[in-house]
């Protein structure tokens, strides 16, 4: 069973519009959250993270939000851009524990 | 500088062969990850290290998988007696702090 989910496998948006990308989780004791980006042919880059006692995280155009109660948390692109077009991927962790649990990733595309 | 490097870019080997992966972490990252991702899907944890112990294997399918940091840096994932299930894109990734991971381009092994 998937413990990371990722329920909509694309999301087309117009240039300037905002973008929300959704992740849902199973397990409570994922205290770390981090969303990803990537384009073809390379791996995923780090995008932004937020610990569970936060309930918001924002950078430049990117914001992430975390609903506990509901074991979900979205990405928020704002204005978005036809660079941002990638696949996005969420994943979860336990702070200080290594490994990260992915979502099988949300395809962005951004038209001009 | 240079980021996390990963030889060969790809790999087509014979059913039954053993094949060797490399990865080459941030310099200075004293923890490294190894990742299996399927077309369509985001990375599923195989293994991670600090330094040089091995500290979560749980994400090895089987015995044929293994991995080794014998100096704490350079790893290597091998893969005994292949099978066309083995074929997949294999992705490394090293992190300083514990939650932000730096992948790299990963390695795309076909199993004929």
């Known amino acids: 069973d998937q413990q990371v989910k990722q329920n909509s496998p694309s999301l087309s948006v117009q240039e300037g519009r905002i973008s929300i990308l959704n992740c849902d989780y199973t397990?409570?004791?994922?205290?770390?959250f981090l969303w990803y980006k990537k384009y073809p042919a390379e791996g995923p880059t780090f995008l932004i993270s937020i610990s569970s006692i936060k309930d918001k995280n924002e950078d430049g155009r990117f914001t992430v939000f975390l609903n506990k109660s509901a074991k979900h948390l979205s990405l928020h692109i704002v204005p978005s851009q036809p660079g941002d077009s990638a696949v996005y991927f969420c994943a979860a962790k336990y702070t200080n524990a290594g490994k990260s649990t992915f979502g099988d990733g949300t395809t962005l595309t951004v038209k001009p | 500088g240079a980021g996390v490097s990963q030889s060969p870019r790809y790999k087509v080997t014979k059913r039954g062969q053993d094949v060797a992966l490399r990865c080459d972490p941030i310099?200075?990252?004293?923890?490294l990850y190894w990742y299996r991702q399927a077309l369509g899907q985001g990375p599923e944890f195989l293994t991670y290290f600090n330094y040089e112990a091995q500290q979560d294997k749980s994400g090895l399918p089987n015995d044929r998988f293994s991995a080794e940091r014998p100096e704490g840096s350079i790893s290597t994932l091998t893969i005994q007696r292949t099978e066309q299930r083995d074929s997949a894109m294999y992705r490394c990734?090293?992190?300083?702090?514990?939650?932000?991971?730096?992948f790299g381009p990963g390695t795309r092994l076909t199993v004929l």
């Open positions: 990734a090293s992190s300083a702090a514990d939650n932000e991971q730096f």
């Open positions: 397990n409570s004791m994922f205290d770390y």
């Open positions: 310099s200075g990252h004293v923890s």
